[in-house]
């Protein structure tokens, strides 16, 4: 079993940054990807940014330059640093993780951006 714990989420005004974290606990592999997801009211779930246990990063065209996934696999723990944050960023952000093709979901976090 795998548990995820996002943290770091708020209310941010516009141009503003916020930094997101994610803890995994359980039964962590050696090679899995972690990422974050975001999902709007009344829009469906976004993948944004993943990143493999060897290094290797993608983005959605919708944060990209602005958005940098990272990760401390020691603490198996993955970040979002987000910077010029925009109102069209608001979302509940989930950190997910896969692992063997399976995939795991944290509760979310609130990301409000607004002035």
């Known amino acids: 079993q795998v548990h995820l714990m996002e943290s770091g989420g708020g209310l941010v005004q516009p141009g503003g940054s916020l930094r997101l974290s994610c803890a995994a606990s359980?039964?962590?592999?050696?090679?899995?990807?972690m990422g974050w997801s975001r999902q709007a009211p009344g829009k469906q779930r976004e993948l944004i940014a993943t990143m493999t246990s060897g290094g290797r990063t993608n983005y959605a065209d919708s944060v990209k330059d602005r958005f940098t996934i990272s990760r401390d696999k020691a603490k198996n723990t993955v970040y979002l640093q987000m910077n010029s944050l925009k109102p069209e960023d608001t979302a509940v952000y989930y950190c997910n993780l896969a692992q063997q093709s399976i995939p795991y979901w944290g509760q979310g976090t609130q990301v409000t951006v607004s002035s």
């Open positions: 359980g039964s962590i592999f050696n090679i899995n990807t």
